[in-house]
């Protein structure tokens, strides 16, 4: 009795195991695979990932910016030639995943798009071949990036350039910025340091736009009939806004200007006599004209985290003033303000930019165009950007954007002071035309500096640079 007792316990066990057995079994076979494999420690997903043989990237020249080298063991290891496109190409390291570029094409640089077929995926597993991603070609110029890096020295600040009426984007830079060679071993100090050289200043930098904001003012100015060429009584004084003073671009003595000249010379003082006529409505509805009320940013781009825009503050007799004149709530990016200036040198529309130009699968040897339908963005009337376009061109002829200008090319630009904190940042926006109604736009803003004509300089010698770039391209290619 006690011996059958003994037998029917030890088969429950047995039952038992077995069941728990193939409980486990029936797991592992239907939901287990999934999550194990998903899983970040997995050494497989480590493996697989670290195998994987991403395209190159090229500038719009077809210059190496970005490429896949493959060690003895099979790893891969991603290596930029040109380190001063970080600001646009970003990084892709197994560690710390992309940025930039590699982190919004990433689907097609690993291959993740490609539709291969049941049995070519076969046939790759078995014989262990790793994923293959497509090379892409971006809009950006390895030329125009370098030169703009080296007109920036040691300054903070960003910069964005712009082919119009296309949108491309040729340079894009933002500074402070890192290595991508070295990103994994300086990582830690990368994170902590207070430069922030991951921060994209020319995408997400949040600017005091100060007397950039003269641009839309002008046009509200002229659609209400003021005078732009009256004489203005102390135009140049400063004007005080709390505990701040504002003052010209440049230091002039105590002058009767006309409000064309005060925009040429970045004096803010007649600019706040056009806000206090025009009121606040007028005020919101121009700079919603301008598009502050809905910034455009370049698609699958980070764009600020904490967007501040004209729809989320209220702009009344108390801060209409300091709103005008740029020193409000309201803030701005560079690309921004770059393409405000392409809206200006297109006529009043203003391109979409963009930075992809073609993609080209493993082992493919043609590059197949991206062609999508991007529409314009209206800013002012034909007549009304012509306007600002001749006033642009004055203040670089006779103003505070003088040293923007270069032999034998039509150059616009305006240059302006705003104020954040105890820092004084210095902006340019400008324009050059080309033949065949196209041009390129700039905009140019550095960090704690008070020095627009050095602003203007920089957005000369970029202007300058596209121009060299561009003007030997067929008309319809730009």
């Given at each position: 009795?006690?011996?059958?007792r003994e037998?029917n316990?030890l088969?429950?066990a047995?039952?038992?195991?077995?069941?728990?057995?193939?409980?486990?079994?029936s797991y592992?076979?239907?939901?287990g695979?999934?999550t194990l494999l998903?899983r970040?420690d997995?050494?497989?997903?480590?493996?697989?990932?670290?195998?994987?043989?991403?395209?190159?990237?090229?500038d719009?020249?077809?210059?190496l910016?970005?490429?896949t080298?493959?060690?003895p063991n099979g790893?891969?290891e991603r290596?930029?030639?040109?380190?001063e496109?970080s600001?646009?190409?970003?990084y892709s390291s197994?560690?710390?995943?992309?940025?930039?570029?590699e982190?919004?094409?990433?689907?097609?640089?690993?291959?993740?798009d490609?539709s291969r077929?049941f049995?070519s995926?076969?046939?790759d597993?078995?014989?262990?071949?790793?994923?293959?991603?497509s090379?892409?070609?971006l809009?950006?110029?390895?030329?125009?990036?370098?030169?703009?890096?080296q007109?920036?020295?040691?300054?903070?600040?960003?910069a964005?350039?712009?082919?119009v009426?296309s949108?491309?984007v040729?340079s894009l830079?933002s500074l402070?910025?890192?290595?991508p060679?070295?990103?994994?071993d300086?990582?830690?100090q990368?994170i902590?340091s207070?430069?922030?050289?991951f921060?994209?200043?020319?995408?997400q930098?949040s600017y005091?736009?100060?007397g950039?904001?003269?641009?839309?003012?002008?046009?509200?100015?002229?659609l209400?009939g003021?005078?732009?060429?009256?004489?203005i009584?102390?135009?140049?004084?400063?004007?005080?806004?709390d505990?701040l003073?504002l003052?010209?671009a440049?230091r002039l003595p105590?002058?009767?200007?006309?409000l064309?000249?005060?925009?040429?010379f970045g004096?803010p003082?007649?600019?706040?006599?056009?806000?206090e006529?025009?009121?606040?409505q007028?005020?919101?509805?121009t700079?919603a004209r301008f598009h502050?009320?809905a910034?455009v940013?370049?698609e699958?781009?980070a764009?600020r985290?904490?967007?501040q825009?004209?729809?989320d503050?209220t702009?009344?007799d108390?801060?209409?003033?300091?709103?005008?004149?740029?020193?409000?709530?309201?803030?701005?990016?560079p690309?921004q303000?770059a393409?405000m200036?392409a809206?200006?040198?297109?006529d009043?529309n203003?391109?979409?930019?963009?930075t992809?130009?073609?993609?080209r699968?493993?082992?493919?040897?043609?590059?197949?165009?991206?062609?999508?339908?991007?529409?314009?963005?209206?800013f002012?009337?034909?007549?009304?950007?012509r306007?600002?376009?001749?006033?642009?061109?004055?203040?670089?002829a006779n103003g505070?954007a003088?040293?923007?200008?270069?032999p034998?090319?039509?150059i616009?630009?305006h240059a302006a002071?705003?104020?954040?904190?105890?820092e004084?940042?210095?902006?340019?926006i400008?324009?050059a035309?080309?033949?065949?109604?196209?041009g390129?736009?700039?905009?140019?803003?550095?960090e704690?500096?008070?020095?627009?004509g050095?602003a203007?300089?920089i957005g000369?010698t970029?202007?300058?640079a596209a121009?060299?770039t561009?003007?030997?391209?067929?008309?319809?290619?730009?």
């Amino acid at each position: 009795m006690t011996l059958t007792r003994e037998i029917n316990r030890l088969l429950i066990a047995t039952l038992v195991a077995f069941g728990i057995v193939a409980l486990a079994a029936s797991y592992w076979a239907i939901v287990g695979p999934d999550t194990l494999l998903q899983r970040a420690d997995n050494p497989r997903l480590i493996m697989a990932e670290a195998a994987i043989r991403r395209g190159i990237i090229q500038d719009r020249n077809e210059r190496l910016l970005a490429d896949t080298l493959i060690g003895p063991n099979g790893q891969v290891e991603r290596y930029y030639p040109q380190p001063e496109v970080s600001s646009l190409v970003g990084y892709s390291s197994l560690r710390y995943g992309v940025g930039g570029a590699e982190a919004m094409f990433n689907t097609i640089l690993r291959g993740d798009d490609l539709s291969r077929g049941f049995f070519s995926e076969l046939v790759d597993s078995l014989l262990h071949r790793p994923q293959r991603g497509s090379d892409i070609r971006l809009t950006l110029d390895l030329t125009v990036q370098q030169i703009a890096v080296q007109a920036f020295e040691d300054q903070a600040g960003a910069a964005v350039v712009l082919a119009v009426p296309s949108g491309e984007v040729l340079s894009l830079v933002s500074l402070p910025t890192f290595n991508p060679n070295t990103l994994d071993d300086e990582w830690e100090q990368l994170i902590a340091s207070a430069e922030e050289p991951f921060f994209n200043r020319a995408l997400q930098g949040s600017y005091q736009p100060g007397g950039m904001l003269a641009t839309p003012l002008m046009v509200a100015a002229m659609l209400t009939g003021e005078s732009i060429t009256d004489p203005i009584p102390n135009a140049t004084n400063p004007i005080r806004i709390d505990d701040l003073e504002l003052t010209c671009a440049l230091r002039l003595p105590r002058l009767e200007l006309p409000l064309r000249d005060a925009y040429a010379f970045g004096c803010p003082r007649p600019f706040a006599q056009v806000a206090e006529r025009i009121g606040s409505q007028v005020l919101e509805e121009t700079l919603a004209r301008f598009h502050f009320n809905a910034p455009v940013t370049i698609e699958g781009f980070a764009a600020r985290p904490e967007d501040q825009t004209l729809s989320d503050i209220t702009i009344d007799d108390a801060t209409l003033v300091e709103s005008a004149l740029g020193q409000g709530q309201l803030t701005v990016t560079p690309l921004q303000m770059a393409v405000m200036a392409a809206a200006i040198v297109n006529d009043g529309n203003a391109p979409r930019p963009y930075t992809l130009i073609a993609t080209r699968a493993p082992d493919a040897e043609t590059w197949q165009p991206v062609v999508t339908t991007r529409s314009t963005i209206p800013f002012t009337t034909e007549g009304t950007a012509r306007q600002l376009q001749d006033l642009m061109r004055n203040a670089v002829a006779n103003g505070a954007a003088l040293n923007a200008a270069r032999p034998e090319i039509d150059i616009g630009g305006h240059a302006a002071l705003a104020y954040s904190g105890d820092e004084t940042q210095s902006w340019f926006i400008g324009f050059a035309t080309l033949p065949g109604k196209r041009g390129i736009a700039v905009a140019v803003v550095l960090e704690n500096r008070d020095d627009p004509g050095l602003a203007a300089d920089i957005g000369g010698t970029l202007l300058e640079a596209a121009h060299q770039t561009l003007r030997a391209l067929p008309q319809q290619s730009s």
